[in-house]
């Protein structure tokens, strides 16, 4: 069947302006949604573009010459962006995650990593700081991002086969580049390091088994990530998910695995040790994650909040809308800007109501809550 691609009109979708309600009392620490998830996580993406084009994020027939991104004015400054952290910290965030587009786009992101940095969880704690990026420019930035405070660092990366990851990025970037970043982000101590895999079905699958020999042993864990319908340009079709179980067959054939506990509250990944002869974990051959996040829901403890570069609060991977926190950061030509006190209680009003659950639902078939929204695309909220 041919790839269906469907018309982009707004993928920035509606926003309403979050609203700080009359009887706050600043930030309280501690957020729990309507179903007792508690606000921990928080992914910023800092900028719409992109140097990628990959099929299911960011379709070249889509954003092609004639697609507009955001203009600069209505991108957060860095200012603003570490002045919401501060505000989510306070409200009980303990890991942020810098994300796009490529936020290596972005540019000087270090000055904001620097920024960033010094903020503390409500217990006193460094905040967990990391950053999803591409690779292209990992190898000429990971200095200067180490040098600014940034701990680790996620790089995506779909194929070994130079052919394969070239088709898959779209714009013929080559493999080499992307590995040599992988180990300039090493030898900085940017780890412990995390290699994501997206698989598409019929396009890179038969790159599982030599993406886990390359990093087996490597002291990066690679993780394999079920194509997800985010968005509404890639085309997503079920046929086109290689679901993990059956990842974890082909892993199976090759080497001994054992199950490990998830690594923190709201982890994602289903962990796997790779095994000596005795079935113990052996550490220095290291492990790899199974994001099955279509095959297996985990809205049960989904505790990510998700910033949008132009300042709007997505609760959801899924969600058709989101809440505009930059007019209450700026204020909007008739109410001056909030205090932090009045952030603080917008986004806590937000999250309190939150009730997301987009997997479960799509998991269950007697929902059609599925398909025919709606819903932000992944580059702008940024995974
Ligand atoms: N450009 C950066 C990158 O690729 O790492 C950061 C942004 S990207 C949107 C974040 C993550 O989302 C990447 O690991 C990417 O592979 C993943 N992603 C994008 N579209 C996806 C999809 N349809 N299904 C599953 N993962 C997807
Ligand atoms: Fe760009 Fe990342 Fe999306 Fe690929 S997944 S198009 S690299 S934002
Ligand atoms: Fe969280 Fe939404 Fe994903 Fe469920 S579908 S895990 S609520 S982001």
């Known amino acids: 069947m041919a790839e269906r691609v469907i018309p982009l009109f707004d993928h920035r979708l509606k926003t309403r302006r979050a609203a700080v309600p009359s009887d706050h009392r600043g930030p309280t620490g501690r957020l729990v949604d309507t179903r007792g998830r508690v606000l921990r996580d928080l992914r910023i993406s800092v900028t719409d573009r992109c140097n990628f084009r990959c099929s299911y994020c960011m379709p070249k027939e889509v954003f092609d010459a004639n697609h507009t991104y955001l203009p600069h004015s209505a991108l957060l400054s860095f200012e603003e962006i570490a002045r919401l952290a501060r505000v989510f910290a306070a409200q ?7 994300t796009g587009g490529e936020p290596l786009l972005r540019k000087n992101l270090e000055v904001l990593v620097e920024q960033l940095a010094p903020l503390r969880t409500v217990d006193g704690r460094p905040l967990d700081l990391t950053l999803t990026t591409n690779g292209s420019l990992l190898a000429r930035k990971a200095r200067q991002l180490r040098h600014a405070g940034l701990q680790r660092v996620t790089v995506s990366l779909d194929a070994l086969d130079d052919k394969v990851f070239r088709r898959m990025n779209d714009v013929d970037f080559p493999v080499a580049d992307v590995l040599r970043g992988i180990e300039a982000a090493q030898a900085e101590g940017l780890g412990p390091i995390k290699v994501n895999m997206v698989v598409k079905r019929g396009t890179n699958d038969h790159e599982i088994v030599p993406m886990a020999r390359h990093f087996r042993g490597s002291g990066v864990a690679l993780r394999f990530i079920e194509y997800m319908d985010v968005g509404a340009t890639n085309g997503w079709r079920m046929d086109q998910v290689l679901p993990g179980v059956e990842i974890v067959d082909l892993l199976r054939a090759q080497w001994r695995l054992v199950a490990l506990p998830p690594s923190s509250a709201g982890e994602t990944a289903q962990r796997w040790g790779y095994a000596d002869a005795a079935e113990q974990y052996d550490a220095s051959l290291g492990e790899v994650g199974l994001i099955n996040s279509v095959t297996h829901a985990f809205c049960g403890d989904c505790n990510r909040a998700r910033l949008s570069m132009d300042g709007t609060l997505y609760t959801c991977l899924f969600a058709s809308s989101g809440h505009d926190l930059r007019s ?54 940024g995974g």
């Open 328 to 381: 209450l950061l700026r204020g909007d030509g008739i109410n001056s800007g909030s205090s932090d006190d009045d952030l603080a209680a917008a986004i806590g009003e937000i999250w309190e109501h939150r009730g997301d659950r987009y997997s479960e639902l799509r998991a269950d078939t007697s929902s059609h809550q599925g398909s025919g929204r709606r819903r932000v695309e992944m580059s702008y909220i």
């Open 92 to 98: 009980g965030v303990q890991k942020i995650r810098l």
